[in-house]
T-cell receptor, first 116, second 109 residues
Framework: GAVVSQHPSWVICKSGTSVKIECRSL??????MFWYRQFPKQSLMLMAT?????????EQGVEKDKFLINHASLTLSTLTVTSAHPEDSSFYIC????????????FGNGTRLTVT | GQNIDQPTEMTATEGAIVQINCTYQ??????LFWYQQHAGEAPTFLSY??LDGLEEKGRFSSFLSRSKGYSYLLLKELQMKDSASYLC??????????WGAGTKLIIKP
């Protein structure tokens, strides 16, 4: 069964509004979670690393004021896309390693965001 | 820079065998992963190699040669449901995952 739950699966919002995406580890504690973005026919692009109890680490070129990440507990990380624009429309996927640094990543089912 | 190369697309016939190659140049190496991703879905884990050699898991096998910076994923007895993208990813010395662009595998009856 799924070990990482992501919600919502899809969302349509109007330009200028904010959208929150939740990522939960179901049967393990995740001190680190990763947020990816994927455009059609392209590979995963790491946006940021979410660290429980501390600030997220953002990849170069990712606006931290636009993509707010909160990792308030060992089982929950949230990504908020603020003031969304049509170019933010994408597939957003969270993931977490189960235990060790070289553990396989368990992915959430992804969130398809469409900004109109 | 860090780079992972894999073919963009491959086509194979149902019931056949296909090998998807992946070559990498990274800053250090802490293992190589293969993931399967169906269209519109998140990736799912297939295999992990950190030592040289072949790891077999049912119809899927993964091979690694660290000296050559090379891995392949071998799929046997292909089924239509194997049509998907296959992503190669390397864990570098900082335990950062470097992703390949993925290989889209098309299975024909």
């Amino acid at each position: 069964g799924a070990v990482v739950s992501q919600h919502p699966s899809w969302v349509i919002c109007k330009s200028g509004t904010s959208v929150k995406i939740e990522c939960r580890s179901l049967d393990f504690q995740a001190t680190t979670m990763f947020w990816y973005r994927q455009f059609p026919k392209q590979s995963l692009m790491l946006m940021a690393t979410s660290n429980e109890g501390s600030k997220a680490t953002y990849e170069q070129g990712v606006e931290k004021d636009k993509f707010l990440i909160n990792h308030a507990s060992l089982t929950l990380s949230t990504l908020t896309v603020t003031s969304a624009h049509p170019e933010d429309s994408s597939f957003y996927i969270c993931s977490a390693p189960r235990d060790r640094e070289n553990s396989p990543l368990h992915f959430g089912n992804g969130t398809r965001l469409t900004v109109t | 820079g860090q780079n992972i190369d894999q073919p963009t697309e491959m086509t194979a016939t149902e019931g056949a065998i296909v090998q998807i190659n992946c070559t990498y140049q990274t800053s250090g190496f802490n293992g190589l992963f293969w993931y399967q991703q169906h269209a519109g879905e998140a990736p799912t884990f297939l295999s992990y190699n950190v030592l040289d050699g072949l790891e077999e898991k049912g119809r899927f096998s993964s091979f690694l040669s660290r000296s050559k910076g090379y891995s392949y994923l071998l799929l046997k007895e292909l089924q239509m449901k194997d049509s998907a993208s296959y992503l190669c990813a390397v864990l570098d010395s900082n335990y950062q995952l470097i992703w390949g662009a993925g290989t889209k595998l098309i299975i024909k009856p």
